[in-house]
């Protein structure tokens, strides 16, 4: 099993920044993938960002391209996703996920989620 434990969200105003943080533990190791989704409400888990710990090869929606950067602390076990120039429609709850071989953009191939963090952006 692993577990995964996200922090950081909160209430920014646009053009704000956030770091999310994404701690996992339990059976973790450099094979798996972790990625970043969103959930607005009313609206279906959508893809924000990856990392692939093998290839060492990140991905992004390109709502996101150029103001979210992906990466990884080694030694803490821990992922993490700066979120710059916030913009209200950015408004949701962010979840971690893990899994060995997934495709990285759909969420319904990682077995493992954390609990989520909300992140609230005002205009």
């Known amino acids: 099993q692993v577990q995964l434990v996200e922090s950081g969200g909160g209430l920014v105003q646009a053009g704000g920044s956030l770091r999310l943080s994404c701690a996992a533990s339990?059976?973790?190791?450099?094979?798996?993938?972790m990625g970043w989704f969103r959930q607005a409400p009313g609206r279906g888990r959508e893809f924000v960002a990856a990392f692939s710990w093998t290839i060492n090869r990140t991905y992004y929606a390109d709502s996101v391209k150029g103001r979210f950067t992906i990466s990884r602390d080694n030694a803490k076990n821990t992922v993490y996703l700066q979120m710059n120039n916030l913009k209200p429609e950015d408004t949701a709850v962010y979840y971690c996920?893990?899994?060995?071989?997934?495709?990285?953009?759909?969420?319904?191939?990682?077995?493992?989620w954390g609990q989520g963090t909300q992140v609230t952006v005002s205009s």
């Open positions: 996920a893990a899994d060995t071989r997934p495709d990285y953009r759909d969420h319904k191939t990682y077995a493992y």
């Open positions: 339990g059976r973790t190791s450099n094979n798996f993938a």
